[in-house]
């Protein structure tokens, strides 16, 4: 038994023995320190960013990287940042001195953003005597342009409203801040339910550049005069609406025309919380423009007239337009017959149900937990009607209000 003992413990430290020479130099490698380093320095150039300090911003920089970051520092003067933060989601060593690193990068507006926009960016970086260097910053693969890479932003602040705008005269951004600080009040009796009750525009200098804020070609939204980027039911952490103006569109309405389109946009994000994929495109967009319509006293006739001459026409729609009626790059008379005959529908529900009822049934509609049977739900618990009464009711509202 003894010498069982003797060699057990023989054994034990010959073991112990092998164990501390894989610590010493047969076991993993030491982690790579690159992401905390690169993250360190990414944390650094925000904070200059933040505080203006261009110096600090571009000491992190390679030298042929300078002059390109000195030209965004300065397009983002007057941008109001309430923060800006990197978050490194990837680091790809492409050498022994080289790395490219996948980024999220949020930014706050400060007064108007509860929670971050996010995008995508692409940094390449070199080390060099043990420090890194960024050589290059690019979008993400899939990841639209931000307002201050086309440009030196312009800020307008108005009552409720942030119009940030690239090559726009001043007092063209100052009369778009006139019209969404009147759209904020107008939307609110609109929509009693409470939101933020401000808005945030941008203006790009062209139609391509409007599309490069959207990730997509600009033809595709050529005669939309504007349109609101949001995420649908999104939660506490959803990145904030912007509404984005097209300014050619926008440039050729009248001043009604103008209001309109900003109290419609306006509206979209006073009703981003109850708007869900459960909600079908007629009634966010019926809604935003029965909204926009509300105590201006425009007729059907003036406000539907495309879809006055199908009506006079005897082309009485069939039923309410589906979602692929509204795409952008169609037919414009289709599109805007779907957008009319959305209206008509949201004012049918104003008029003959209550203004409380049609937000009811918004709000009803986009609670829904699928798109599958959410109006007909609502139709049936917050009007006591269902969709083929609807339907019959809403055709000879069409027929009352435009033949």
């Known amino acids: 038994m003894a010498g069982q003992g003797r060699g057990a413990v023989r054994r034990g430290v010959v073991c112990l023995t092998a164990g501390l020479l894989a610590l010493a130099g047969c076991g993993a490698p030491p982690p790579d320190s690159a992401p905390r380093e690169i993250q360190s320095l990414l944390d650094r150039r925000a904070r200059a960013l933040l505080a203006r300090d261009e110096a600090a911003y571009t000491a992190g920089l390679d030298a042929s990287l300078a002059p390109a970051a000195r030209k965004e520092f300065d397009h983002l003067a007057e941008v109001p940042l309430g923060s800006w933060d990197y978050r490194v989601k990837d680091v790809d060593r492409t ?8 980024a999220e990068l949020g930014y706050r507006l400060s007064g108007y953003d509860s929670g971050p926009v996010t995008t995508e960016r692409v940094l390449d970086l070199i080390e060099r005597d043990g420090r890194w260097y960024v050589t290059a910053d690019r979008p993400g693969e899939d990841a639209a342009q931000q307002l201050w890479q086309q440009g030196d932003v312009d800020a307008v602040s108005g009552a409720r409203s942030l119009v ?15 019209a969404a600080d009147r759209a904020v009040p107008a939307v609110s009796a609109a929509w009693p339910s409470p939101w933020a009750g401000r808005v945030v525009v941008l203006v790009p200098a062209s139609l391509d550049a409007m599309g490069g804020l959207l990730g997509a070609p600009g033809a595709s939204y050529r005669g939309i005069a504007a349109v609101t980027t949001g995420a649908i039911r999104g939660g506490p952490d959803a990145p904030p609406d912007r509404v984005i103006v097209n300014p050619e569109a926008y440039g050729v309405l009248g001043a009604f025309g103008q209001q309109v389109v900003l109290t419609h946009e306006t509206t979209h994000v006073a009703t981003r919380a109850a708007t869900s994929p459960a909600t079908p495109v007629w009634l966010s967009e019926g809604f935003a423009d029965w909204a926009a319509y509300r105590g201006t006293g425009r007729t059907a006739a003036e406000a539907a007239p495309e879809l006055r001459r199908a009506v006079r026409a005897g082309d009485l729609p069939a039923g309410l337009p589906d979602d692929k009626a509204f795409q952008f790059g169609g037919d414009a008379d289709g599109l805007a017959r779907a957008y009319e005959g959305a ?19 918004y709000r009803a509609v986009g609670a829904h937990p699928s798109r599958e049977g959410a109006v007909e739900k ?11 009464e609807f339907t019959t009711a809403w055709r000879a509202h069409l027929r009352a209000r435009l033949a």
Not at 167 to 177: C, F, H, K, V, Y
Not at 343 to 361: P, S
Not at 378 to 388: C, R, S
């Open 378 to 388: 609502a139709l049936h618990e917050v009007l006591d009607t269902t969709p083929e």
């Open 95 to 102: 050498g022994r001195d080289r790395a490219t690193v996948r």
């Open 343 to 361: 209206w008509l529908a949201c004012e049918l529900i104003a008029e003959r149900w209550g203004e409380k009822r049609l937000t009811a049934f």
């Open 164 to 178: 940030l705008g690239v090559g726009q005269p001043e007092e063209r951004l100052r009369a778009i801040a006139a």
